[in-house]
């Protein structure tokens, strides 16, 4: 990797036209702080309150893509697989804290963990990669990518995905698809402790897992390259900060007009969780889609593999905190249905991820398991 170039002095004009995909958001924030709780008389009018949900919705992808862009810009500085671990890292706090503000708001909803988490699954296993590979097949016949990393995220997630959100509905010590408290304290454990390793072992002992094929771990910089990386590290770490307090303040007002209007629509309870994922989703897998046509296979493995395994690896813990904190049920284990078809999906994933090599028909074969996810919402 080349070092990074000096970086200019920065000035006002320089400063806005390279953050400027942040104002609609930050202006939109403002808008809603200065407004304080007035704004919620907009709810007794459906046209204005579905528009500001709309715009919302939209304010919130705006300010993800600005948080994606910067921890793309430090994956840059700091290599693969540091890179996407900023990136699965930073979308995955947004989607736990939009979750913990929609769990917090308004009535109860206590599978709206569990269905967001499985939407995450459905919509990245099948949807997300599915195009991936679909449309980097038809540019480039074959891609590949290293099978050692692949590998690697699906024993976790296998793992944690069977454990977390099937399990529950064979056990016999709490009633209904939950867990007691002493086995949900041990879930919250087995999460974080199997991210722990994961994460140790893909940024130490095999970080050569997580790179493209044929792909050398970067050799160190200078001292004036680490100069200049650190002024830039320092300047996008900030910006990201910024941009995901940003973007979480916009989740909270959001989750008011997402809890009123399900109710007003007597819309089903995993249509919420459905837009959930996809506001959080939206950003993170526009990159895996990006680096699959670029033929970045690998990056595309690790960004949308590499969501997944956050996604279960803290959400689930979270979710049962707030479960914990607010003594109320958490509801983790899905369905019939929902079990078959995410038990077709990690068979089909595990064994499209087994060769080192994807094409065509692998995406066609995940994006058709997408649209039955879709069916089975609307016809169940």
Request: proline share 5%.
């Amino acid at each position: 990797m080349n070092p990074p170039p000096p970086l200019t002095r920065p000035t006002l004009p320089r400063f806005a036209r390279r953050e400027s995909i942040s104002f609609a958001p930050l202006l939109t924030a403002a808008a809603l702080l200065l407004a304080g709780r007035g704004w919620d008389a907009i709810l007794d009018h459906p046209a204005p309150a579905a528009t500001l949900f709309a715009w919302l919705f939209s304010m919130i992808v705006t300010g993800s893509v600005a948080v994606v862009r910067h921890a793309d810009e430090l994956a840059e500085l700091l290599g693969e697989p540091f890179g996407t671990m900023i990136l699965t890292l930073s979308v995955a706090s947004i989607e736990i804290m939009t979750i913990a503000i929609v769990m917090t708001t308004g009535d109860p909803n206590p599978t709206l963990g569990r269905d967001t988490m499985f939407s995450v699954v459905m919509i990245v296993l099948n949807g997300l990669i599915g195009v991936a590979l679909l449309l980097g097949g038809l540019r480039h016949r074959e891609q590949h990518y290293n099978l050692q990393g692949a590998n690697a995220y699906l024993s976790v997630i296998v793992a944690l995905v069977i454990f977390g959100l099937v399990m529950p509905d064979f056990t016999e010590s709490s009633v209904g698809p939950t867990f007691s408290r002493g086995q949900e304290g041990f879930l919250i454990l087995m999460c974080l402790g199997l991210y722990g390793v994961f994460l140790v072992i893909q940024s130490t002992r095999h970080r050569s897992f997580f790179v493209e094929v044929g792909d050398e771990l970067p050799a160190p910089a200078s001292h004036g390259a680490r100069a200049a990386s650190r002024r830039s590290l320092a300047y996008h770490a900030l910006l990201l900060a910024a941009n995901l307090a940003l973007v979480i303040f916009l989740a909270e007002h959001f989750a008011v007009l997402l809890d009123y209007g399900l109710d007003e629509l007597h819309a089903p309870p995993v249509l919420g969780a459905m837009l959930v994922a996809i506001l959080v989703l939206a950003p993170e897998g526009l990159g895996g889609i990006k680096a699959a046509i670029a033929n970045r296979m690998q990056r595309s493995v690790n960004i949308l593999l590499g969501s997944v395994l956050a996604t279960l690896s803290l959400t689930i813990p979270a979710v049962v905190l707030i479960g914990l904190a607010h003594g109320s049920t958490v509801v983790l284990g899905l369905d019939h249905t929902e079990i078959v078809l995410l038990m077709l999906t990690l068979m089909v994933s595990v064994l499209t991820f087994v060769s080192g090599r994807t094409n065509v028909l692998q995406g066609a074969v995940h994006l058709m398991l997408f649209l039955a996810y879709v069916m089975l919402i609307v016809w169940r």
